[in-house]
């Protein structure tokens, strides 16, 4: 799959873009704060997955404005398509979202139709970092290849909110230890379905970004991941999360309640697991060097890549923050190598020593192209 053209305007400091884009490499090249990063936010935003940037919907729009549009159309070998998003700033609730000519409800119905990986800068710590960030990362591409998975990440946040709001009222003795229960019902389900849903993907990471560590390390370095569960001792070939895991899942909120109910939050569940990188049997995120980190970040991301690639059968379009000068040239080989046969934008300060032949250079000033080859 690959995107043919974009338009933007009005989205953050974004103005009258219009590019026909290259089917493979497209580098957007600018000075800082041109509106590289919006150009890749404003991509990002049309594949129906929240701002990586966290940003508010009124803050997208630009701020001497009173909407933006932003039009993508894209394509594989079966047929074209066009995503338009268009946002007012009076009625910021009211998206105007349409999929070839159809109105979307939401934003998140476009998932899972322009399919897009994204590479920032602060993704280069994710072996780093603390757990909640490895959570989101494979919460995502779990649910890029499993659009359902989402709906069930939301109803446990809202269970898990709700939990930690009455564990809080029963400490100022406001509300009953009963009153849980109905809670934890629901929580050991839904929390144990997210478990082997994210046992499986972590499986699947190990196997591609295990390989690809392997070559990056030319060979030297072993990198294994593992899904580190708060809940069960193993998830191998467990799948009954409506019964029996559900059950176990449930007598450990039983057995942590008087804890909880002492500290105001839930002390077990998926929302403190981890995803765990070993490079050679050392624990990546206490052992592991700078260069190591950068690799397993690189790893990860290509392997996500691959993964939705082999399960949607449709390769998925790559956008490189500001990533390529973060790494030296034999990094960025390897990631240019193994991602050569999707298509890719790369944002970056100054002219990338890339192949010249290939691909499109733009040039972005004060959020407009200025040209583009
Ligand atoms: N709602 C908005 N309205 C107008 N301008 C905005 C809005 N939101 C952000 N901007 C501006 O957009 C500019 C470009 O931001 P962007 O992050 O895309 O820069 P960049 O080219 O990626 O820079 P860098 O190389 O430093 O990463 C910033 O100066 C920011 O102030
Ligand atoms: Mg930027």
Known sequence: MFISNIKIDGFKNLSSVNIDADKQINVICGDNAQGKTNLIEAIWLCSGIKSFRNSKDRDLINLDRQNFSIEISFENNLRKQKIEYKLE?????????????????NSSDLFGNLCCVVFTPEDLFISKGSPDNRRKFIDICASQ????????????????????????????GKSSPSELDVWDEQMSRLGSYISVIRYIYTKKLNIFAGKLYNEISQGKEQLNIFYE?????????????????????LSMLKKSRQEDI???????????DDLI???????????GSQGQCRSVALVFKIAQAYILYEETKEAPCILLDDVLSELDAKRQEFVLSR???????????????????????????????????
């Open 229 to 249: 569960s708060s809940v069960f001792k193993s998830l191998e070939n467990r799948n009954d999360y409506n019964g029996e895991m559900a059950d176990e899942y």
């Open 339 to 373: 991602i050569s046969d999707m298509q890719v934008f790369i944002t970056c300060c100054e002219d990338i020593k890339l192949n010249k032949n290939k691909g499109k250079t733009f040039y972005i000033k004060k959020g407009r192209i200025i040209n583009g080859q």
């Open 277 to 287: 990188c070993n490079i050679n049997g050392l624990n990546c995120r206490e052992f």
């Open 89 to 105: 700033k009076t009625t910021v609730k009211d998206k105007y979202i349409k999929l070839n000519g159809v109105p979307l409800r």
């Open 145 to 172: 290849i499993k659009n359902s998975y989402r709906k069930v990440l939301n109803q446990y946040d809202e269970i898990l909110l709700q939990r930690n709001f009455l564990l809080k009222n029963i400490g100022l």
């Open 262 to 272: 002492k500290t105001g939050f839930t002390t077990i569940g998926v929302q403190r």
